[in-house]
């Protein structure tokens, strides 16, 4: 059987693509460990302060 990730996303507008600092792909450790097929994409944004 063949597993197939995949991969979520974050959609934002220009401006705020720009204060993305940080993006990664979640993995777990194995793939027994897995969660399901997706990969979770967890980004940072910085707006300054406020």
Do not use: Q, Y
């Amino acid at each position: 059987m063949s597993f197939r990730w995949r991969i979520d996303l974050i959609v934002t507008t220009p401006g705020i693509a720009d204060k993305c600092i940080e993006a990664r792909v979640e993995r777990a450790a194995a793939h027994a460990e897995r969660w399901s097929d997706h990969a979770p994409v967890t980004a940072a944004f910085d707006f300054g302060d406020n």
